[in-house]
């Protein structure tokens, strides 16, 4: 618990994982207090089990050690797995005092972290230091999805209603997006465009790869009479429409790779399908799948248009009320 009346010391441990790092960001922006992000990049060694790396550095590039130094923080927020001995050698040399919030299932050890949100879908037993999420933590708010909308409003604003925005993530593990599977969503949505006489705004990511973006592309342009505006992923990323697709789009379809990219479009509070083929989809994709639809998030993407509201999904602001609890914040 914290006695001081001034704001709490925040440190993010952003790990190198995109994915991993706006899931902890968006658990400190949902705080409202000011935070520092320590940027963390891994050598070799990061691979080893945490068992082995224990409290300690090991496995981090030492130009990322640098800014790990005293004052120590109150609260660390992360996720990933090799974040946790950095974290834990944070609150040892803090003697203790710093309250570790870690984002996801780590493995063992867990002993010396304060707060742990798990998804559902990981299906982790219940502990008292662990909360079940639907979904994961993201950085989706109403105030930037019209920021960023706003710088893309004039651009498409040639493009009919309803905008179908499409996010597609990509390969993951055995979760394998092919052409033959980008041409198979292409079709869908495609269909989908032209029963309701609206557009698509389309956005590839990393994981989505040459073949596939081509095939969605050819699928795309193969269809007459569906005006499409699509956004290729590259390495200089940096005109990503990604949040003012959410902000913009009427409809969102996106691929049940990606459990970020499905919690991040059910933060909108407006229609969500999810891409994903039952013999191509990971046991956890589909718990999570089957619990958004059976709340009424999401339905199964098969081609069909149609209009649902529902209150927006926010894990971040789940996990930040339990901190507040549990620090006295």
């Given at each position: 618990?914290?006695?001081?009346?001034?704001?709490?010391?925040?440190?993010?441990?952003?790990?190198?994982r995109?994915?991993?790092?706006?899931?902890?960001?968006?658990?400190?922006?949902?705080?409202?207090f000011?935070?520092?992000?320590?940027?963390?990049?891994?050598?070799?060694?990061?691979?080893?089990?945490?068992?082995i790396?224990?409290?300690?550095?090991?496995?981090?590039?030492?130009?990322y050690?640098d800014?790990?130094?005293?004052?120590?923080?109150?609260?660390?927020?992360?996720?990933?797995?090799?974040?946790?001995?950095?974290?834990?050698?944070?609150?040892?040399?803090?003697?203790g005092?710093?309250?570790?919030?870690?984002?996801?299932?780590?493995?063992s050890?867990?002993?010396?972290?304060?707060?742990?949100?798990?998804?559902?879908?990981?299906?982790?037993?219940?502990?008292?230091?662990?909360?079940?999420t639907?979904?994961?933590?993201?950085?989706v708010?109403?105030?930037?999805?019209?920021?960023?909308?706003?710088?893309w409003?004039?651009?498409?604003a040639?493009?009919?209603h309803?905008?179908?925005?499409?996010?597609?993530?990509?390969?993951?593990?055995?979760?394998?997006?092919?052409?033959?599977a980008?041409?198979?969503l292409?079709?869908?949505?495609?269909?989908?465009?032209?029963?309701?006489?609206?557009?698509?705004?389309?956005?590839?990511?990393?994981?989505?790869?040459?073949?596939?973006?081509?095939?969605?592309v050819?699928?795309?342009?193969?269809?007459?009479?569906?005006p499409?505006?699509t956004?290729?992923?590259?390495?200089?990323?940096?005109e990503?429409?990604?949040?003012?697709?959410?902000g913009?789009?009427?409809?969102?379809v996106v691929?049940g790779?990606?459990?970020?990219m499905?919690?991040?479009?059910?933060?909108?509070?407006?229609?969500?399908?999810?891409?994903?083929?039952?013999?191509?989809?990971?046991?956890k994709?589909?718990?999570?799948?089957?619990?958004?639809?059976?709340?009424?998030?999401?339905?199964?993407?098969?081609?069909?248009f149609?209009?649902?509201?529902?209150?927006p999904?926010?894990?971040?602001?789940?996990?930040?009320?339990?901190?507040?609890q549990?620090?006295?914040?």
């Amino acid at each position: 618990m914290l006695n001081s009346t001034s704001p709490p010391r925040i440190w993010v441990l952003a790990d190198d994982r995109t994915g991993n790092a706006n899931q902890a960001i968006g658990v400190a922006e949902a705080l409202g207090f000011p935070f520092e992000i320590k940027r963390l990049e891994y050598t070799r060694w990061g691979r080893l089990p945490n068992l082995i790396r224990g409290a300690s550095f090991l496995g981090v590039q030492d130009a990322y050690r640098d800014g790990i130094t005293p004052p120590w923080p109150d609260l660390v927020i992360a996720a990933g797995r090799r974040t946790v001995p950095i974290a834990r050698y944070i609150k040892r040399a803090n003697y203790g005092r710093t309250f570790l919030t870690h984002i996801m299932w780590p493995g063992s050890p867990v002993g010396e972290l304060d707060l742990l949100a798990v998804p559902e879908h990981d299906q982790v037993p219940p502990q008292p230091t662990i909360i079940h999420t639907l979904g994961a933590p993201h950085r989706v708010t109403a105030a930037r999805l019209t920021q960023d909308a706003n710088q893309w409003r004039e651009r498409l604003a040639h493009l009919p209603h309803p905008h179908i925005g499409v996010l597609v993530g990509g390969t993951a593990g055995k979760q394998v997006f092919d052409a033959a599977a980008a041409t198979l969503l292409g079709q869908h949505i495609s269909q989908m465009a032209r029963d309701s006489g609206g557009s698509l705004l389309v956005t590839t990511s990393r994981r989505t790869g040459a073949a596939a973006s081509d095939a969605l592309v050819a699928t795309l342009a193969s269809t007459p009479g569906v005006p499409a505006y699509t956004h290729l992923w590259t390495r200089d990323n940096s005109e990503n429409p990604f949040f003012a697709f959410l902000g913009l789009s009427d409809v969102m379809v996106v691929t049940g790779d990606s459990t970020s990219m499905c919690s991040e479009a059910c933060a909108t509070g407006r229609p969500v399908y999810i891409f994903a083929p039952s013999d191509n989809t990971a046991p956890k994709h589909k718990h999570l799948h089957q619990r958004l639809y059976a709340l009424g998030y999401a339905k199964p993407l098969d081609g069909t248009f149609d209009t649902w509201h529902y209150p927006p999904l926010n894990a971040a602001d789940m996990i930040a009320q339990a901190i507040r609890q549990r620090i006295g914040l």
